[in-house]
T-cell receptor, first 115, second 113 residues
Framework: GENVEQHPSTLSVQEGDSAVIKCTYS??????FPWYKQELGKRPQLIID?????GEKKDQRIAVTLNKTAKHFSLHITETQPEDSAVYFC??????????????FGKGTKLSVIP | DTGVSQDPRHKITKRGQNVTFRCDPI?????LYWYRQTLGQGPEFLTY????????KSRLLSDRFSAERPKGSFSTLEIQRTEQGDSAMYLC???????????FGPGTRLTVL
């Protein structure tokens, strides 16, 4: 099955600086890579996603890059703000063969933005 | 509220008791997932429904766990003879067949004493 590794587990940045979170995946058949933001006690919320036919996608201060050959993808947050503080999860979708297209998550990165 | 809802939001139970959680997906979503999230970890897949059919179960799902989606709308997850290791957040997500984006509910936090 799919295995997703995420680094770092914690990240502290000064407000206004950039933050980068990196993930690797194992299943070359995976073709959809979402990023979720989860605030304490709340549900995971999708912030950006990328499909395997695209190398980069940007949405305002957030961008994601994908390297299919190396099987890694990264989240970039620029001009960080205190409200960006949360746990971020990368995930990869894979078809287990039963058609479930389940998400396999990384272990998360706790981002702290220091004012 | 047109999002995914879950009930209850919190459940405290004693070891050995049975518990049941409910998930109401977004109305037009025909695919439904259950995940379990423990502290400091990402959500882990438990089981998947397409309409009323349960098509896949994770090896994490012991035979004490059972899930149903009788009419292809809401789903229930039951844990029998709860153990302390069952303490976790149980998340439900729903999705349209034509889409990849999974919408998560707020979760049910289970504490087994």
């Amino acid at each position: 099955g799919e295995n997703v590794e995420q680094h770092p587990s914690t990240l502290s940045v000064q407000e206004g600086d950039s933050a980068v979170i990196k993930c690797t995946y194992s299943d070359s058949a995976s073709n959809y890579f979402p990023w979720y933001k989860q605030e304490l006690g709340k549900r995971p919320q999708l912030i950006i996603d990328i499909r395997s036919n695209v190398g980069e996608k940007k949405d305002q201060r957030i961008a994601v890059t994908l390297n299919k050959t190396a099987k890694h993808f990264s989240l970039h947050i620029t001009e960080t703000q205190p409200e960006d503080s949360a746990v971020y999860f990368c995930a990869a979708i894979s078809n287990s063969g039963a058609g479930s297209y389940q998400l396999t998550f990384g272990k998360g990165t706790k981002l702290s933005v220091i004012p | 509220d047109t999002g995914v809802s879950q009930d209850p939001r919190h459940k405290i139970t004693k070891r050995g008791q049975n518990v049941t959680f409910r998930c109401d997906p977004i109305s037009e979503h025909n695919r439904l997932y259950w995940y379990r999230q423990t502290l400091g970890q990402g959500p882990e897949f438990l089981t998947y429904f397409q309409n009323e059919a349960q098509l896949e179960k994770s090896r994490l799902l012991s035979d004490r766990f059972s899930a149903e989606r009788p009419k292809g709308s809401f789903s229930t997850l039951e844990i029998q003879r709860t153990e302390q290791g069952d303490s976790a957040m149980y998340l439900c997500a729903s999705i349209l067949t034509s889409s990849d984006e999974q919408f998560f509910g707020p979760g049910t936090r289970l504490t087994v004493l």
